[in-house]
């Protein structure tokens, strides 16, 4: 959603950094449109679309919570996320 881009492509999204500003604006926005709405979102499978809410709270609250100031996106999976934190 963050880079609009209309098909996979884990290059441009691995590692990108969002800071806890941009993911409580999405967070803002996501639940300002019901579901027909986030379906047609740019970047978001529209087949996610209704467990999206869920799932940007749950690392909005989190980076709250420790003090987060950003967080890296990972394609890979959760090991592979806490390892590129690490680095």
């Given amino acids: 959603m963050e880079a609009k881009l209309d098909a996979f492509n884990r290059e441009r999204i691995e590692g990108t950094l ?32 209704d467990v999206i809410l869920s799932g940007v709270a749950i690392y909005e609250a989190v980076m709250e919570q420790f003090g987060f100031t950003g ?17």
């Fill in 18 to 49: 969002l800071s806890l500003q941009r993911v409580q604006w999405h967070v803002n926005h996501l639940w300002s449109l019901p579901l027909a709405e986030r379906q047609k979102i740019i970047g978001l499978p529209p087949k996610r679309a």
């Fill in 71 to 87: 967080l890296r996106v990972s394609t890979r999976g959760l090991r592979f996320a806490a390892v590129m934190a690490g680095a």
